[in-house]
């Protein structure tokens, strides 16, 4: 079982990312369980979402308190809030960022991160700062668990407005080609 | 064709509810509920639905508005929770007593005050003497598939009784999972003609009295009174035999099983049992499968059908075991204790020899259940085998 927390501010999807993620994942024959964290619903406020995925069924329906998998959607939120808490050895960070593993201070449990500039792509194709699709395709290219293709069947589920299925192809297929992934010394391996 | 989705439990009701085609539906949003109420507002406006969809003031109307439905002949659907359900309660009283097999969803919410718009069972457990049928879903397929078994088990000409189809506020409500969405033509042949007033109805073809004034000391009033009374009580029995047959029919017709009253695992070697209802039962399962590979002869009863209550399913589970843990996610204020154990404890007296049973209670307001705390409630339950039993009920979240 492999399980993955994102972390978000309310407004920017992180909910909804979960479920694309979900339907992706179930696209690829997974077994998932999704579920968001429980809070006041606030633009703004910190929020996380859940999910958990493997070959079996899975039958725990809970919160995840040590995932294997961060995806933090916004900047700005690892100064506020410990998006590293509980993570197990070995793990993957998925961060929204311009900046480089130098500039950042990366746990000695990360294995393995992938950045993006989400709110760069996100002004320039959607021209607002809503990250999610970004930062699913961010997740994609670093972790390699689903295809970029799975993950557009999962937006094309979502009912998006005017013309804003395509926009946050695009963006996905933008942040796909343009995160950076590093491994435990710094050193870019894509 | 059946189809595919990956959805949550609100949306999968909300299928569930579309298959079944009720001629109305009236909905007032609450939380968690309120997403269901727009899937289904939506599924209106798509046609995906066909149904008058009455928008009211507030859940008294909503309820009030279905009776009339109902005795009309329409088959109907509602969902609410929390103070939506407490602000029902008036017409939810009158609707068992009056035969209507009216489903509704109850997407169980922890009771205020202090506020709180999160999960826990208090409603569903503060309504289980009303007389409404109530059962408890523990995943998302499966609340999809009891709202349209639960028109079949309502309608039953021996059963004529509304149904919950209780699933937890936030963790079913929101929690997202692969789901089947049935072929239509194979919930029309389940589902069958619906008749929902051939007892009493609201009809100029075939006046008859509804509701009449009972009661008053002497004469026939209170004879009457209790025939009411009787009548639900046999309609309550009766659907213990109805929601297996028709559990039965389902798995039949649509390759998934569900245990239709009591679900008992890993029990047959087993020493000892926890007792789950609803959501948590997957992490319970879990637990109960990590203790055995430590050697526990650990088994778990799970509860889905509360009202009726299962005497027998429950009494051929629990004889199997010498010592229960119950988990409840809601309080019995007067006992102290969670309502299911105090049921469970009712059971037990049917039981020739006495075995301990704990009572814990935790996920109230929204908390999380997961396989830590179903550790120690398997911990604690196996020294109750070695009469290691405490006199109080176990708070089970951290700093409860």
């Known amino acids: ?190 | 064709m059946s189809k595919t989705i990956v959805c949550d439990g609100n949306e999968a009701a909300a299928w569930g509810v579309a298959r079944s085609r009720p001629d109305m539906v009236a909905v007032y949003p609450i939380t968690p509920q309120s997403s269901l109420a727009e899937y289904i507002s939506q599924f209106v406006a798509d046609g995906i639905i066909q149904a008058d969809l009455m928008d009211v003031e507030g859940e008294h109307s909503v309820l009030s508005v279905l009776q009339g439905a109902c005795l009309a002949g329409a088959r109907t659907f509602t969902a609410s929770c929390g103070q939506g359900l407490a602000f029902m309660f008036e017409p939810y009283f009158r609707t068992p007593p009056l035969r209507l097999p009216i489903v509704m969803s109850l997407v169980t919410r922890d009771g205020i005050t202090p506020q709180c718009v999160w999960g826990g069972q208090q409603d569903a457990m503060t309504v289980k003497e009303v007389g409404w049928i109530q059962m408890y879903c523990e995943n998302v397929q499966e609340v999809m598939d009891t709202i349209i078994m639960a028109y079949k088990i309502a309608e039953n000409r021996d059963v004529m009784l509304p149904v919950n189809v209780c699933h937890d506020g936030n963790y079913l409500s929101y929690g997202v999972e692969k789901a089947e969405i049935p072929d239509q033509e194979d919930v029309d042949a389940f589902l069958g003609e619906k008749n929902t007033n051939w007892h009493v109805a609201l009809d100029p073809e075939r006046p008859m009295g509804v509701d009449p004034l009972t009661g008053g000391a002497g004469g026939a009033g209170p004879s009457m009174f209790v025939r009411y009374r009787k009548g639900l009580c046999k309609g309550m029995q009766n659907a213990l035999g109805v929601i297996s047959e028709v559990h039965g029919e389902w798995a039949l017709k649509f390759g998934r099983s569900y245990a239709p009253l009591v679900e008992e695992y890993r029990l047959d070697d087993a020493e000892y049992a926890i007792v789950t209802i609803g959501s948590m039962s997957g992490a319970g399962k879990d637990a109960v499968d990590a203790a055995r590979e430590a050697g526990e002869k650990v088994g778990l009863i799970k509860i889905k059908t509360f009202r009726p209550f299962p005497l027998r399913a429950l009494l051929d589970a629990v004889s199997k075991v010498k010592a229960l843990g119950v988990v409840d996610r809601s309080v019995s204020f007067g006992w102290n204790r969670g309502p299911v154990y105090q049921e469970i404890l009712s059971a037990l007296y049917h039981l020739t020899e006495r075995i301990p049973a704990l009572s814990f209670i935790g996920g109230l307001a929204g908390a999380d259940i997961t396989i830590a705390p179903f550790g120690r409630v398997i911990e604690m339950t196996g020294k109750a085998l070695k009469g290691n039993v405490p006199d109080e009920t176990v708070w089970l979240n951290e700093n409860d």
């Open chain 1, 1 to 190: 079982m492999y399980e993955i927390r994102f972390h978000g501010r309310g407004g920017q999807g992180a909910v909804l990312a979960s479920k694309v993620l979900a339907k992706a994942l179930v696209e690829e024959g997974k077994f998932v369980k999704a579920i968001p964290s429980f809070g006041f619903e606030r633009r703004g406020a910190p929020v996380a979402a859940f999910l958990r995925y493997d070959e079996k069924e899975i039958r725990q329906l809970t919160n995840i308190y040590h995932p294997d998998c961060i995806v933090c959607l916004d900047p700005t939120l690892p100064a506020t809030v410990d998006i590293f808490a509980g993570m197990k050895e070995g793990g993957i960070w998925v961060q929204a960022t311009k900046k480089t593993p130098k500039e950042l201070k990366v746990p000695e449990k990360v294995i393995k991160v992938g950045f993006c500039d989400a709110f760069g792509i996100a002004l320039e194709v959607l021209g607002r700062p809503i990250t999610n699709s970004i930062m699913l395709a961010a997740f994609a290219r670093t972790t390699g668990i689903v295809s970029l293709e799975s993950l557009n069947h999962g937006l094309a589920s979502v009912a998006f407005r005017d013309a804003a299925l395509e926009e946050n192809m695009e963006a996905a297929r933008r942040a796909y080609q343009e995160t950076r992934v590093y491994d435990t010394g710094g050193k870019e391996i894509r």
